[in-house]
């Protein structure tokens, strides 16, 4: 292999990795962390009342729980993970083994030294990934890959390859486009932790090709994703170069190796989330006339707006979600109050997101007889992650309970 120099010359404009299948989503934990890290921000330091609402909580990342004290990815392969040529997973072409995706990443990289070299190989069901430490005299950095294959057309692959909201998750640089081929990518350039209580950077490139191969790299200025100081300014490959890793032909071959992934089962139909748009709405109508809205947006069952009552910006984010039942009994056991129409209610008054001094997040969180839920919450900040703008946010107490409380939703 020619090194970043051969892959910076094809710099994946015409990536087209025909052929076979592969394991259902890989490792892809980057982009994953992207859309818990827009799910999870909502929930701030009330994760343990409103994470059911709002979305599980990121704490891995971008190659998941594995991630370990002094390596990008601790996780290790297991055993005859690294023989080529089994076939305990098949399918179209001859196995890879984690050495030899260790080495193709290696490859793909610029002149350097490699240290904590971890991988897992093609057949190992949960994904072929490699990861370095890598120094190329500037300071170590942990530089990690991950493949797999998804539905190019399924829930939640467009979310993955947008550029997250910036309200939650603070970035430099992002871009999300078509290339020539079809194949639709991802570059970001952000922060390991949204509130940069460290100077830890992480970079991401994500790519996505018409028939579903994903290539997913990672990389940070410092040798390990979390727990070890900054070891230089910024991360060793640029937006070009991690373009170019992702996009390399030299992962083609071990994509085509790895099986479709599997059919989702068949679910039986739920409640349609509230749309966005209508959420937005109701809420807008409910605020008080001096809470003038500055910023809004909505998703399905979740939104969002920044008010200003001319006392400084403050966030304020909803979640309007049916068929919560599950949930009642944590909410019963956080002291709830039962309303006459027997809606459960529970309210909190703590702090923000961790490493945000005065930052603070009041929560009122209720659930209807018929598991109906609404969760609402107000920073007195413009956005989870920057410091304080004001005091205590711009809504009371009473006043997000009665948003919360609004007959309104049932609509």
């Given at each position: ?144 890959v991950s493949l797999g294959r998804v539905d190019p057309e399924g829930t939640g692959v467009a979310e993955q390859l947008a550029c997250p909201e910036k309200i939650y998750t603070p970035y430099d640089s ?238």
């Amino acid at each position: 292999m020619g090194g970043l120099g051969e892959a910076l010359r094809i710099t994946g404009e015409t990536f087209n990795a025909t052929g076979g299948p592969l394991v259902d989503g890989g490792m892809a934990r980057g982009r994953r962390r992207l859309r818990r890290r827009r799910a999870a921000t909502v929930t701030g330091s009330f994760a343990a009342l409103a994470a059911v609402g709002f979305g599980a909580s990121y704490a891995a990342g971008a190659f998941g729980a594995e991630a370990g004290h002094g390596s990008p990815m601790a996780a290790q392969p297991e055993p005859g993970s690294t023989t080529r040529g089994k076939t305990s997973t098949p399918g179209e072409g001859p196995q890879f083994s984690a050495s030899h995706l260790i080495k193709t990443l290696e490859g793909l990289l610029p002149e350097g030294k490699f240290s904590s070299e971890s991988g897992r190989g093609t057949e190992d069901r949960t994904g072929p990934v490699a990861s370095v430490v890598f120094d190329d005299g500037k300071g170590k950095a942990a530089i990690g890959v991950s493949l797999g294959r998804v539905d190019p057309e399924g829930t939640g692959v467009a979310e993955q390859l947008a550029c997250p909201e910036k309200i939650y998750t603070p970035y430099d640089s992002c871009s999300s486009k078509t290339l020539a081929d079809g194949s639709r990518l991802l570059l970001l350039q952000g922060y390991e932790y949204p509130d940069k209580r460290a100077d830890t950077k992480w970079w991401h490139a994500y790519v996505v090709t018409p028939e579903g191969y994903t290539v997913d790299a990672s990389e940070w200025n410092a040798p390990a994703e979390k727990d070890e100081s900054v070891s230089r300014d910024e991360p060793p490959l640029s937006t070009a170069q991690l373009k170019a890793l992702v996009t390399s032909k030299e992962w083609r071959p071990i994509l085509r190796a790895l099986p479709k992934p599997q059919d989702e089962p068949v679910q039986q139909p739920v409640p349609q989330a509230a749309s966005g748009d209508n959420i937005l709405k109701n809420l807008t109508s409910l605020l008080p006339k001096s809470a003038k809205v500055t910023t809004r947006h909505g998703d399905d069952g979740f939104a969002y707006v920044v008010v200003n009552d001319g006392k400084g910006a403050s966030l304020v984010q909803i979640n309007v979600q049916p068929n919560m039942s599950d949930v009642e009994g944590e909410l019963s056991g956080s002291g709830a109050q039962t309303l006459p129409d027997g809606t459960k209610v529970v309210t909190h008054q703590g702090s923000g997101d961790k490493g945000v001094p005065g930052v603070v997040m009041w929560t009122v969180d209720t659930i209807r007889k018929d598991g109906f839920r609404v969760v609402i919450s107000a920073f007195n900040s413009g956005a989870q992650n920057t410091a304080a703008t004001r005091t205590m946010p711009a809504l009371t107490m009473t006043q997000l309970k009665a948003i919360a409380t609004s007959g309104k939703w049932r609509g």
